[in-house]
């Protein structure tokens, strides 16, 4: 299968009806401040149809920010996918995600700035050491990084 760039009028594309893709209030907002920051960096996908298969939250709040008539590029299969492959392609194109170098991220970036950009307090739980988790010797516990084992 091969994709192809075209574009689209925002307005003329279809959500999906089985997209399982949620977003909490701070995850919404977090992509309505980088889409006014940087635009649409990211090419949504949809089927030949015009029936959306990548970009729905992206394509919402465009839409939500008065951008509806706003013609975009969009990415689009040289042949109609089935509704199984719809269905498989709306899940992995947002469960196949990187896992995050929370040392780095903990270390080499301003954890202020990491909120702004959408990271939660919870997500830098691990990082966090109170008293009770000290050695008695004023030294820190070694840590253990949840979702990639690194330990520091």
């Known amino acids: 299968m091969n994709w192809?760039?075209?574009?689209?009028?925002i307005s003329d594309l279809i959500r999906h009806e089985t997209n399982p893709r949620q977003m909490s209030d701070e995850q919404n907002q977090?992509?309505?401040?980088?889409?006014?920051?940087?635009?649409?960096a990211e090419i949504p996908a949809?089927?030949?149809?015009?029936?959306i298969l990548a970009g729905h939250q992206r394509l919402r709040v465009l839409s939500e920010l008065g951008r509806g008539q706003?013609?975009?590029?969009v990415r689009v299969p040289d042949r109609e996918l089935t509704a199984?492959?719809?269905?498989?392609?709306?899940?992995?194109?947002n469960k196949n995600?990187?896992?995050?170098?929370?040392?780095?991220?903990?270390?080499?970036y301003d954890l202020d700035q990491?909120?702004?950009w959408g990271f939660s307090d919870k997500d830098f739980?691990?990082?966090?050491?109170?008293?009770?988790?000290?050695?008695?010797?004023?030294?820190?516990?070694?840590?253990?990084c949840p979702e990639c084992g690194h330990k520091f």
Do not use: H, P
Not at 70 to 73: A, C, F, G, N, Q
Not at 126 to 144: N, P
């Open 84 to 93: 199984d492959e719809e269905k498989e392609y709306l899940v992995r194109s």
């Open 125 to 144: 739980d691990f990082l966090l050491i109170d008293e009770e988790e000290t050695t008695g010797t004023g030294a820190k516990k070694e840590c253990q």
């Open 46 to 51: 949809i089927n030949t149809n015009n029936k």
């Open 70 to 73: 706003d013609v975009i590029d």
């Open 97 to 108: 995600v990187g896992s995050w170098d929370w040392d780095l991220l903990g270390n080499d």
């Open 4 to 9: 192809n760039t075209e574009q689209r009028k």
């Open 30 to 40: 977090a992509l309505t401040e980088s889409l006014k920051r940087f635009n649409l």
């Open 114 to 116: 990491l909120s702004e």
